[in-house]
């Protein structure tokens, strides 16, 4: 194989890197458009959340005892 200087150049794939300081201002920037929620808002979803995450473990905690009691009495052979 020829070991050309055109193989051995160095590709551009993708654009140029930015320095450290230039990614700061830049997330500094697109933090500056969010919309933060205001207190009401926040208090409201954190209540949601936790509402949703109460049911949810109490469903899987009732499958999960029911699954425990139903593989007991299927390998045990009792009725209980």
């Known amino acids: 194989m020829a070991d ?13 890197r930015t320095t450290p300081a ?3 201002r830049q997330v500094i920037a697109e933090l500056r458009k969010v919309v933060w929620p205001t207190q009401e808002q926040l208090v409201t979803y ?7 995450v109460l049911v ?3 469903i899987v905690s009732a ?3 029911g ?11 009792q009725q209980n």
């Open 63 to 65: 499958l999960d005892l």
């Open 46 to 52: 954190f209540f949601v959340v936790m509402v949703f």
């Open 4 to 16: 050309s200087a055109t193989d051995r150049r160095v590709r551009d794939d993708g654009p140029a």
């Open 67 to 77: 699954l425990g009691k139903l593989a007991f009495a299927v390998f045990t052979g």
């Open 22 to 24: 230039t990614f700061v």
């Open 56 to 58: 949810m473990m109490a």
